[in-house]
C-alpha cells in the first residue's frame, strides 16, 4: 500500500482497523468494492461520500452487524464481529438507537448495566446534565443525538464508530460535538465519523473519500488540499473523481 492513496506506511502504528479487499454484495449491487486501508488509534478518521456510496455499509462491517462481508477486516487486532469485541466498541448508529420513553438517565443506566460501565459524567460530557430527567421522546433532534453519542461512549471504548453524527444539527451544535470528539481522540481513541458534508474533512486527522462503493483516496486534509491545488473540500474531491476518469 502507497502513502498516496492509504495514507500511512504499513505497520507504522498499530491499526485499530484493517481492510484488506473488503467487499460486501447487498441485493445483488457490490456496495463496497475492494476496500483495503488502516486507520490508526489516537485519531479521527473522516468516512466521506455521497449518500450511496458505502458509509453506513463500510460502518456496519466495521461493528461486526453486516452480513457477507467478504475479505480481511480486523479491528483492533481481532476479526471484525469478535464477541470480544462488543465491549471495545463505541457504535453510534445514524437515527438515534435509545428509548423514547424512558429519560436521559434512565436510558444510560440501562445501557450501562448491559455493557458493565459507569455514567459518571457522561450527561455532563455531551452537554445534557439539564436534561437528565426528561424523557426522550420531548427531547430535540440534537439532543436525541448527544444521548445516542453518549451510550456509544459508556465504557471509554478504544473504537468509536459514529455515523453521521452531526447531519441535521446547527453549526453551534456541529461545533461543540466535534470539539468533544478532538477530546476523544486526545484521549487515545480512534474514532471514525461518517459525513457527507465535506466542510468538516478539515477537522479530521485522516480522510477516506468513499464513491459507489470505492476508495477514491485515504490522505489527510492538508494531503487533499495540495493534491486538488483548492482549499475547497467540495471541488477537492470533484477533482480527484476527475482524476481517476
Known amino acids: 500500500m502507497g502513502r498516496t492513496e492509504l495514507g500511512r506506511e504499513p505497520g507504522a ?8 479487499d473488503v467487499r460486501v454484495r447487498r441485493r445483488g449491487i457490490e456496495a463496497l468494492r475492494g476496500l483495503s486501508f488502516e486507520i490508526a488509534a489516537g485519531g479521527i478518521t473522516g468516512l466521506f461520500g455521497p449518500s450511496g456510496s458505502g458509509k453506513s455499509t463500510l460502518i456496519r462491517a466495521i461493528a461486526g ?6 475479505g480481511e477486516l480486523t479491528v483492533l487486532g ?4 469478535s464477541p470480544s469485541l462488543r465491549h471495545q466498541l463505541g457504535y453510534m448508529t445514524q437515527a438515534p438507537s435509545v428509548y423514547e420513553d424512558l429519560t436521559v438517565e434512565e436510558n444510560l443506566r440501562y445501557f450501562a448495566a448491559i455493557c458493565g460501565a459507569r455514567t459518571d459524567g457522561l450527561l455532563e460530557r455531551v452537554g445534557l446534565l439539564e436534561q437528565a430527567s426528561q424523557l426522550v421522546r420531548r427531547l430535540s433532534g440534537g439532543q436525541r443525538t448527544r444521548v445516542s453519542l453518549a451510550a456509544a461512549l459508556l465504557g471509554k471504548p478504544p473504537l468509536l464508530l459514529l455515523d453521521e453524527p452531526t447531519v441535521g444539527l446547527d453549526p453551534l451544535l456541529r461545533r461543540e460535538l466535534w470539539r468533544l470528539f478532538r477530546e476523544l481522540a486526545d484521549e487515545g481513541a480512534a474514532l471514525m465519523i461518517s459525513s457527507h458534508v465535506l466542510e468538516e474533512a478539515g477537522r479530521c486527522d ?30 477537492a474531491f470533484v477533482r480527484l473523481i476527475e482524476e481517476r476518469r
Not at 452487524?65 to 467478504?70: G, H, P, R, S, Y
Not at 481481532?78 to 464481529?81: E, I, K, R, V, Y
Open 13 to 20: 502504528r498499530c491499526a485499530a482497523v484493517a481492510a484488506r
Open 206 to 235: 485522516d480522510l477516506l473519500l468513499l464513491r459507489e462503493g470505492s476508495l477514491v483516496a485515504q490522505l489527510s486534509p492538508a494531503q487533499l488540499t495540495a493534491r486538488a491545488h483548492t482549499h475547497d473540500m467540495d471541488e
Open 65 to 70: 452487524v453486516q452480513a457477507a462481508v467478504v
Open 78 to 81: 481481532l476479526p471484525a464481529g
